[in-house]
């Protein structure tokens, strides 16, 4: 019985030996506090928690562990995969289609048949969704195209977004109808996160069709305003252009989509960018299906007689500014407004109303 209590005296005193040896070779080191040349794999002690490389300061510290919470963000979110729906708006010819296939670097419209003149005149605006999965360096993105073709083509145009409105509100309601359900883990979302509307190049500034649009949806989805073929302006009519539109646009009080102001931490570079992005609303931008190997890169090109107009060269085009503000810096504030503010607002003013002699 004394031989075993002796035994576990002993076992209780070799870490603390250990610890106690390490602790003096740290005091003794030449400056006081750590070795001079740790290894990449640091050793523990036999509590598990005493590490000889960090400085006497360092170890008064105690730490939580919280700061890894992004980490576990960013981990479970790139393993889920991204959603993010984006509808296209604006007259037939403007080059709705072959402006997504520049900016997403693809060929989603390769089976499109242009109607002819009558067929244009005849036909009643439509939904079209096409979806792809996009992947890029490990990261998945979900991205579903919603076209309207039809939209603007009739003689008379002066309700022809209401098709569309009351598609948006149909996403909003089967998503109202869903999270009030029993399974609302994996609710689809089917709503629109922003809408690329499309403006002629060749009007003075924004034709009534264009207010009517803008106006009539700018509580349902994030508008962002472009200005088709750009190429077909010069740099003068081009700046004049994007002046007029935007002093309409206050005139009206069109509500577009607004890039939050940055933050006093932010960095210079995105300031920079940010700026550039804000001054370049609204988008003039080209698109090009034709894809040419020069200097020894790819670049997608639109080819005129005088020379070659390059897709995703910002001198040429804002192509650039587009992509980086849809999918690099401002995807995920296209989706919290949706949710946050425009679904709210649905969602509120479809709550059944109450009865002062209910009961709460």
């Known amino acids: 019985m004394d031989s075993c209590t002796q035994t576990d005296e002993l076992d209780l005193q070799g870490p603390l030996r250990y610890m106690d040896s390490r602790l003096a070779s740290v005091e003794s080191s030449d400056n006081g506090t750590c070795c001079s040349s740790p290894t990449p794999v640091r050793p523990k002690s036999p ?24 980490h576990q963000i960013h981990r479970k979110n790139v393993k889920k995969g991204f959603e993010f729906t984006l509808m296209v708006a604006g007259e037939s010819g403007l080059g709705k289609s072959t402006l997504i296939n520049s900016l997403f ?15 244009m005149l005849k036909r009643t605006v439509a939904i079209n969704k096409k979806t792809l999965d996009i992947q890029e360096k490990g990261v998945r993105l979900k991205l579903t195209i919603v076209d309207t073709p039809g939209f603007g083509d009739a003689l008379d145009n002066t309700k022809s977004y209401e098709p569309i409105l009351d598609y948006l509100d149909e996403q909003f309601e089967k998503y109202r109808i869903d999270e009030m359900g029993m399974q609302r883990i994996h609710i689809k979302d089917n709503r629109v996160h922003c809408c690329l509307y499309f403006i002629s190049p060749y009007s003075h500034g924004l034709r009534p069709i264009d207010v009517a649009f803008m106006k009539g949806l700018q509580g349902k989805v994030n508008i962002v305003p472009v200005i088709a073929k750009a190429d077909c302006l010069t740099q003068a009519e081009l700046l004049h252009k994007k002046e007029t539109i935007w002093s309409e646009i206050k005139l009206h009080k069109i509500k577009i989509f607004q890039f939050a102001d940055c933050d006093s931490d932010d960095d210079l570079e995105w300031t920079r960018q940010d700026y550039e992005m804000k001054n370049s609303i609204p988008f003039a931008v080209v698109g090009s299906n034709l894809a040419l190997r020069t200097h020894g890169r790819i670049v997608r090109v639109r080819a005129y007689p005088w020379g070659m107009v390059e897709v995703e060269n910002p001198a040429h085009s804002d192509l650039v500014h587009l992509r980086t503000m849809l999918v690099r810096t401002h995807m995920q504030d296209l989706k919290e407004k949706t949710h946050e503010n425009l679904y709210e607002q649905y969602r509120i003013s479809h709550m059944p109303m109450r009865k002062p002699s209910m009961p709460f």
């Open 105 to 119: 670097l693809t060929d989603l419209y390769n089976d499109r048949t242009i109607p002819s003149a009558s067929e």
């Open 47 to 70: 509590w598990g928690a005493f590490d000889p490389y960090l400085s006497m300061e360092e170890l008064g510290k105690s730490f939580v562990g919280f700061a890894s919470l992004p």
